[in-house]
Structures are given as C-alpha cells and as structure tokens.
Nanobody, 133 residues
Framework: QLPLVESGGGAVQPGGSLRLSCAAS????????IGWFRQAPGKEREGVSC????????NYADSVKDRFSISKDSAKTTVYLQMNNLKAEDTGIYYC??????????????????????????WGQGTQVTVSS
C-alpha cells in the first residue's frame, strides 16, 4: 500500500480556484500511476483525473475537462490537481491514491467505476472542497 496525504482543500466561491496536493513521504512516485477521486454527499466516489507514472499520460472526467489540470512535481513526490472555474457540483471530499493504470482516451476515467478494490491503493482521509456562494 502506498501512503499518500491529500491537502489544499477549502471553501471557495463559484469561479474560484484551488490547488490540491497529494504527497508521498519518504519515497518517490516514479513507478506509480496516481488518480484523484471525489465523493459528494450522498453519492458514490467517482474518478476525476489520473496521471501515469512517467507523467506522459493524463486523463480527466468529462465534467472537469478544460477546468482541472493534473501534474507531478519534478522531484516526483507530489501530484497536484489544479482546479479552476470551480462549480457547486465540484463540492466533495477529494482523495488521491495509486491506480493500476492511467491511459489516454475518451471515457477512461469512467471505466474506473468497474475496477475492483485491488486496482486501487489505500484511501486516506481526503481533503474537503466546498464551492458555494
């Protein structure tokens, strides 16, 4: 299991921005594909974005495409999720974890709903994002 810690959440108004961090402590993420997920109250957890271990593949859910951007720092210890033009429907707890793969192509993030538990790493506490006027 890969222990990761999420941070950077907060409360913002619609149209605002936040940058979430997913940090590894004591090791690098060179060999790990990382995904961001979110869970809104009363809803199932859903995939938001992923980045491959090499950083050359990134993918996004349709609902966040062109607003969110995932990246990995040069030291490869932190994965970021830059969230711009936030909407009320982006509200939820955001989690990061390792994933079995991160591929290009339409609809890939949606396929994560069909994965088994072994396709994901451990889940942390997450970080709360609240978008409200």
């Amino acid at each position: 299991q890969l222990p990761l810690v999420e941070s950077g959440g907060g409360a913002v108004q619609p149209g605002g921005s936040l940058r979430l961090s997913c940090a590894a402590s004591g090791f690098t993420l060179d060999y790990w594909h990382i995904g961001w997920f979110r869970q809104a109250p009363g809803k199932e957890r859903e995939g938001v974005s992923c980045i491959s271990a090499e950083g050359d593949n990134t993918n996004y859910a349709d609902s966040v495409k062109d607003r969110f951007s995932i990246s990995k720092d040069s030291a490869k210890t932190t994965v970021y999720l830059q969230m711009n033009n936030l909407k009320a429907e982006d509200t939820g707890i955001y989690y990061c974890t390792s994933v079995q793969r991160c591929l290009l192509g339409e609809g890939f993030i949606a396929t994560m709903k069909t994965w088994g538990s072994r396709d994901f790493g451990s889940w942390g506490q997450g970080t709360q994002v609240t978008v409200s006027s």
